[in-house]
């Protein structure tokens, strides 16, 4: 049983261009969480989403920002015309039901995002 | 929950303990967690406390919560390379799914 996998490890992307995220949860799960971390600070929340809905967007930035989660395939965090602030390492994580309590809870490895 | 604070650094010898602090300002705070995360590697959960409990012990892990100063701790026993990592210290309040996470403690054991 695979666990969350996140693609890219790192990606590289210059001002203004846009940047994609993907995260497949681990097998049977439908709920996934992406979080952010900037530099030398804790994790935060980003997104929640099941199949095909946003449950909880409240912490993605209003403008630029944007997931999804399709019936079919991973789920995507797309990021537009970025900047350098948003360089961060963006962490994805599923669980198999509502509760997104801890030890319920599996992290990718996370995506490594750097703008030049 | 909102703050989480840790101190970013902790330097031990093999073998001895470690010791890593983590206070929150959430008094409604029901679990929480200490994340460990090697390089290159996701967040793993290494073990979690409910707030009812004061301690929990886990083989070389032991938990202490103090509810009255909000401040967690995990001490590792008989520190080993192995143990090398950034260790996270999370919370999360009753009927919420968002945790709230401290800035990493990067450990680092030496010979």
């Known amino acids: 049983n695979a666990g969350v996998m996140q693609n890219p490890r790192h990606l590289v992307r210059r001002r203004g261009q846009e940047a994609r995220l993907r995260c497949s949860p681990m097998k049977g799960h439908s709920h996934v969480y992406w979080y952010r971390q900037l530099p030398e600070e804790g994790l935060k929340f980003m997104v929640y989403?099941?199949?095909?809905?946003?449950?909880?967007e409240s912490g993605m930035p209003k403008e630029r920002f944007s997931a999804e989660f399709p019936k079919e395939g991973p789920s995507i965090l797309r990021i537009q015309q970025v900047v350098r602030g948003d360089s961060a390492a963006y962490f994805c994580?599923?669980?198999?039901?509502?509760?997104?309590?801890?030890?319920?809870?599996?992290f990718g490895s996370g995506t490594q995002l750097s703008v030049l | 929950g909102e703050d989480v604070e840790q101190s970013l650094f902790l330097s031990v010898r093999e073998g001895d303990s470690s010791v890593i602090n983590c206070t929150y300002t959430?008094?409604?705070?029901?679990?929480l967690y200490w994340y460990k995360q090697e390089p290159g590697a996701g967040l793993q959960l290494l073990t979690y406390i409910f707030s009812n409990m004061d301690m929990k012990q886990d083989q070389r892990l032991t938990v202490l919560l103090n509810k009255k100063d909000k401040h967690l701790s995990l001490r590792i026993a008989d520190t080993q390379t192995g143990d090398s990592a950034i260790y996270f210290c999370a919370e999360i309040s009753p009927g919420d799914y968002k945790l709230s996470f401290g800035a990493g403690t990067t450990v680092t054991v030496r010979a």
């Open positions: 989403l099941q199949k095909e809905n946003i449950i909880d």
């Open positions: 994580a599923s669980s198999p039901s509502t509760d997104g309590r801890g030890e319920k809870l599996f």
């Open positions: 959430d008094s409604s705070s029901t679990y």
